[in-house]
């Protein structure tokens, strides 16, 4: 089992930044990829940002230029930063862990949230 919490949500002004880090615990593939999503009210659930644990990197094209994914292997712990929010970025920011070898190895956190006021 893999446990994974996020943190470092909240409510920011237009053109501020937040950094939004996921711890992940238990049995962990070293080979993995780990990801951010974002699901708004009303909305589907979207691909924000995702990288492997070899550092390959892959972005929305909405976030491109101020979101940068990164991760530190050692400690588990894939981080979002993100900067010059715009009020469409308001959403809830899961977490996802998953192998590209079995399917049935894909956890997510309980999400977080960030609001963008204008």
């Known amino acids: 089992q893999v446990q994974l919490v996020e943190s470092g949500g909240g409510l920011v002004q237009a053109g501020g930044s937040l950094r939004l880090s996921c711890a992940a615990s238990?049995?962990?593939?070293?080979?993995?990829?780990m990801g951010w999503y974002r699901q708004a009210s009303g909305k589907q659930r979207e691909l924000v940002a995702v990288i492997s644990s070899g550092g390959s990197t892959g972005y929305a094209d909405s976030v491109k230029g101020r979101f940068t994914i990164s991760r530190d292997n050692a400690k588990n712990t894939v981080y979002l930063q993100m900067n010059s929010l715009k009020p469409e970025d308001t959403a809830v920011y899961y977490c996802q862990l998953r192998s590209v070898v079995y399917s049935d190895y894909d956890y997510w956190g309980q999400g977080t949230q960030v609001t963008v006021s204008s």
């Open positions: 238990g049995s962990i593939f070293s080979i993995n990829v």
